[in-house]
């Protein structure tokens, strides 16, 4: 069987992120083990927005919440587990990764569920006002919230701990990263595949028509939003133990429009776009960041070069407009 384009792209793309911090140790740069670990954390949380946006055609300028609270809880949960204190209801903290990731995913599916309970009932510029106004409202939250570092943020002392894995070595922690990275690809590509992603793409297309057959679109789109949010909550429990530290600035308004810009450059809607498009924002943020600190102009002139023309985008000019990845 002869792969397609796309799928070989994808798979030069996932070989290209997985040799990197090899290389890195052969030439004795450790740091771009950091960039390849941040390129796969950034790529999996737009895997979670390119649900919603790619699939369902739902643009969510408010997924920054959930990036922020899945930092939040994984920097709560291994200070309470340091001090000993027990969290509400006599819970006790935990720097156990599974453990975490796990409340995340708790915590961000209920919130996800309130905010796309009451955003998917408004359509086109009011979701994405309404989906902002949501994330704003989490993000002076974090702020006024003492307890937890308000504005100046929560540090994680340790980075937190994965059964049988030295997670203070950095390329341990990269394979951690990558491989959540390769399963949040395989659950788009499962979803998009199935018929909840058919009738999700369909109500994209025409919401009327899905209704008219006797499917409803706001219990298929209010499920992708609420996955959605679970996926890049754990991305962002992901990026809080990189840094060791979770800050509102994983909250704000503009972490929204980097996850937005990252599928944008790949390809929306493509299996792999995330990716790419984390592995060319990175890129360029390194490349251009010692040179200037004026970079994000010379990305911004990128992106509204594939929005004119490429608009399928990194991947859909390299490998075509059909989606076979």
């Not at 993000?139 to 937190?160: C, H, K, Q, T």
């Not at 025409?206 to 939003?225: C, H, Q």
């Not at 890129?283 to 990305?299: C, H, K, M, N, S």
Request: with cysteine; glycine share 14%; hydrophobic share 55%.
């Amino acid at each position: 069987m002869t792969l397609s384009r796309e799928t070989l792209i994808n798979l030069i793309l996932i070989v290209l992120l997985a040799a990197v911090p090899f290389v890195a140790l052969g030439i004795g740069q450790p740091f771009y083990i950091t960039l390849a670990t941040r390129i796969a954390i950034l790529a999996l949380a737009a895997v979670g927005l390119n649900l919603v946006l790619g699939l369902g055609g739902l643009v969510s300028f408010g997924h920054a919440a959930f990036f922020g609270i899945g930092g939040y809880v994984a920097g709560i949960l291994a200070a309470h587990a340091s001090s000993g204190e027990a969290l509400m209801f006599g819970l006790a903290g935990s720097d156990q990764m599974p453990v975490i990731w796990l409340v995340t995913l708790i915590v961000c599916g209920i919130v996800g569920l309130a905010i796309g309970a009451v955003s998917l009932r408004t359509s086109g510029v009011y979701f994405i006002m309404i989906t902002l106004a949501f994330s704003q409202m989490i993000y002076y939250f974090a702020v006024s919230w003492p307890a937890y570092g308000g504005e100046d943020g929560l540090s994680i002392l340790v980075r937190n701990r994965f059964p049988g894995v030295n997670s203070m070595k950095p390329i341990s922690y990269f394979l951690i990263c990558l491989g959540m990275l390769i399963a949040g690809l395989g659950l788009f590509s499962l979803i998009r595949a199935s018929r909840f992603g058919a009738a999700l793409q369909a109500a994209r297309q025409n919401a009327v028509r899905v209704a008219a057959v006797g499917i409803s679109p706001y219990p298929i789109r209010l499920a992708a939003f609420t996955l959605s949010g679970m996926i890049t909550g754990v991305a962002g429990a992901l990026y809080a133990d990189l840094n060791r530290f979770a800050s509102p600035s994983m909250i704000s308004w503009h972490m929204s429009g980097e996850l937005i810009v990252l599928i944008v450059l790949g390809g929306t809607g493509r299996l792999f776009g995330p990716v790419a498009g984390a592995m060319l924002y990175v890129v360029f943020e390194f490349a251009l960041g010692g040179l200037t600190e004026r970079w994000q102009f010379f990305l911004g002139l990128i992106l509204l070069a594939v929005v004119l023309f490429a608009r399928g985008g990194l991947l859909g000019l390299l490998a075509g407009k059909a989606r076979h990845g």
